[in-house]
């Protein structure tokens, strides 16, 4: 089986945010793929492995609900600030990077806001696995 590599090169999506934002791995890691640090399920802290996606249009993100009630039921997108609790899903649970599963292309984790992360570019390369 291949794995597309997730690290920090990659880029991430919020299906309620309207624009991607890089995964951050930090430098503590100690796994790489051709120079590129990998990711594994732990990486889902707000704000240092997940940054905001710009504007929200969750209704169930309270600020978007806010504004849209004040603008007479038009959705209304405000600052994307992503709440994870849960680590990330991924199939590759085979591979161990750090003490945890790597990330691979079917990796996803939900914010509260009900948005649905997912890989949205992988890293440009893949390993082998057994």
């Known amino acids: 089986m291949s794995l597309a590599v997730v ?5 991430i999506q919020c299906i309620f945010g309207i624009a991607p934002t ?3 791995v930090l430098p503590d890691r100690t796994v790489t793929a051709e ?3 990998m990711g594994n399920v732990t990486d ?8 905001p996606f710009g504007m929200c249009t969750s209704l169930a993100n309270p600020e978007v609900l806010a ?3 004040a603008a007479f039921g038009v959705l209304t997108p405000m600052p994307c600030v992503p709440l994870i609790v849960d680590p990330w899903l991924t199939e590759a649970l085979d591979v161990i990077v750090t003490e945890g599963p790597a990330l691979d292309q079917t990796a996803t984790i939900m914010c509260i806001w009900a948005g649905l992360i997912h890989i949205d570019e992988p890293g440009n390369f ?3 696995v057994p």
């Not at 690290?7 to 880029?11: D, K």
């Not at 889902?44 to 940054?51: G, S």
């Open 22 to 24: 890089p995964l951050t």
């Open 7 to 11: 690290g920090e090169l990659s880029l």
């Open 67 to 69: 504004a849209t009630i």
């Open 126 to 128: 893949t390993v082998m």
């Open 35 to 37: 120079t590129m640090l």
């Open 44 to 51: 889902m802290i707000p704000m240092v492995n997940i940054f």
